[in-house]
């Protein structure tokens, strides 16, 4: 009687053992899933528009980088912007974009430099249409769809 509860004993831990690792592979299994997903959702930029970095310096972003625009976006050298350009000649909050009414405009934010837009600064909010380049600092965007 000892000898068959003690191989019942050893079977139920085994069978314990078996349950468990199962668990923990489906598990580990989900975890990688949930985290494949969430690394394709951050490596696909989201946005109503970008900015399309045409001309950059050494340390600023790197040329045909796509720069996701929200309904308001803050422009600057600032880490706070939305959209961070990195260049001594960019204000901390340099520029605004909105997307207002269904079109896009952007102002100056009070910048040293000021905001240009097709080669012409601004003074007042000006409108934007898919194309426009925008200039901050040494750094040139295209607006694109």
Known sequence: MEVTFAVLLWGVRIAFLVLLYLFLIRAFAALWRAMRV???VAAKP???AFLVVQKSHSGGPRSGARLPLR??????RDAGN???V???A???KHALVSFRDGEWWVE???STNGTV???TRITAAERLHYGDEILIGRVAMRLEQ
């Open 46 to 48: 989201t946005g109503l």
């Open 86 to 88: 990195n260049d001594d």
């Open 117 to 119: 837009v097709n080669g």
């Open 90 to 92: 960019a204000s901390s």
């Open 71 to 76: 309904a308001l976006t803050s422009i600057g």
């Open 82 to 84: 939305d959209v961070v």
């Open 38 to 40: 969430e690394e394709a």
């Open 108 to 110: 100056d934010a009070g």
